[in-house]
């Protein structure tokens, strides 16, 4: 299995001792486990803690023009150091946002030595008393965005607003389609469990869009535990082999 979400102790939301030899020696014990994409934040190379978690930037991309020079010497030392355990079957890519202004919060001149692109929703400016619609609108805007910028796959779906209201199967369906037209997989993500995940499995398979298994791990015991998955497919009489699953074995070989 290729676990597509992996975090490191760059991401400031990582637990610890998530290095990159740690990774690359888990891989070699933990039988199932074939390779993993490494997608630390954008937000955690391009930005100090204090500005990441403050999310200005996803409102005012001037603060994202500021520290432009920074995050890019960060980013591509990030990269750098990915690509030197490919051998050990890591390949580097990354986790992003959209802001305000249609851009990705990392620079796209380094989009050709991202492997795996992960587009997800962290969060979102909402007006005082937003309204239910409101907040909807928001999130879909955002989201077809995402599944229209050239992602390989779109993080945790359905985590973010199934925070703030409840998602019909009507809002499913339509994600799902606007990630096979795009040709973008979808992520079943066991860090945060959703209950969206089993609808969403219909359609993946209804729809044919590849699926993107992840354990977004935070920490060492999160890697190569792939339990919650497994529970949601064995309620539900699936297999794996009845998806298609993102990336194949090509990525690996390249």
């Not at 390989?152 to 985590?159: A, E, M, S, W």
Request: with cysteine; hydrophobic share 40%.
């Amino acid at each position: 299995m290729f676990d597509c979400h992996f975090h490191t102790d760059l991401s400031y939301c990582s637990e610890g001792g998530m290095t990159l030899d740690f990774i690359a020696d888990s891989i070699e014990q933990i039988d199932h486990l074939d390779g993993v994409a490494v997608t630390d934040h954008s937000f955690a190379l391009y930005f100090p803690e204090d500005v990441a978690w403050d999310w200005e930037y996803m409102y005012n991309s001037k603060v994202y023009d500021k520290f432009r020079d920074r995050g890019n010497a960060n980013i591509d030392a990030y990269l750098t150091s990915v690509e030197n355990y490919r051998d050990r079957g890591i390949v580097p890519g990354l986790e992003t946002e959209i802001m305000h202004d249609g851009r990705f919060t990392f620079d796209q001149s380094f989009r050709s030595r991202i492997e795996i692109l992960i587009g997800s929703v962290h969060f979102l400016a909402l007006p005082a008393k937003a309204s239910g619609s409101d907040v909807f609108e928001i999130w879909h805007k955002n989201t077809m965005q995402l599944l229209n910028s050239g992602i390989d796959i779109l993080g945790h779906p359905f985590r973010w607003i199934s925070k703030h209201i409840h998602v019909s199967d009507a809002v499913i369906h339509e994600i799902v389609r606007e990630a096979k037209i795009n040709n973008v997989a979808i992520e079943f993500n066991s860090h945060f469990e959703i209950d969206t995940d089993s609808r969403m499995l219909d359609e993946v398979i209804e729809q044919d869009v590849e699926l993107a298994l992840s354990s977004d791990s935070h920490n060492q015991k999160e890697i190569g535990d792939f339990s919650y998955q497994l529970k949601i497919l064995k309620e539900k009489d699936l297999t794996l082999s009845d998806f298609r699953i993102f990336p194949g074995e090509k990525i690996l070989c390249r």
